[in-house]
Nanobody, 118 residues
């Protein structure tokens, strides 16, 4: 499965962006798709994740209540609308997929840069 991430950009604090992650084929129902981010000088962190079959979601505390992950089964795409962006959200965002929960993240999209100015 190939993943194509898009939607990054430069915004001011408090503004909105929506990231998209398009998969080349329909993920298995057991698969999950996650959004990670890596800021300069920091480790990569999992921001949000959605299980393809159940739609169950996870959010890091730092984004809970501001980001809402969703999926479009017809488009094989996962979205990450990001509200009330903060300068601390500045990072390169990556989407990734794993076919079953027990595996490591197997497929990665290219990063998309989100820059939030104060």
């Amino acid at each position: 499965v190939q993943l194509q991430a898009s939607g990054g950009g430069l915004v001011q604090a408090g503004e909105y962006l929506r990231l998209s992650c398009a998969a080349s084929t329909r993920p298995f129902t057991s698969a999950s798709v996650g959004w990670f981010r890596q800021a300069p000088g920091k480790e990569r962190e999992l921001v949000s994740r959605i299980y393809w079959g159940t739609g169950s979601t996870y959010y890091a505390d730092s984004v809970s209540g501001r980001f809402t992950i969703s999926k479009d089964n017809d488009r094989n795409t996962v979205y990450l609308p990001m509200n009330s962006l903060k300068p601390d959200d500045t990072a390169v965002y990556y989407c990734a997929l794993k076919s079953i929960p027990q595996r490591d993240w197997e497929n990665w999209g290219q990063g998309t840069l989100v820059t939030v100015s104060s």
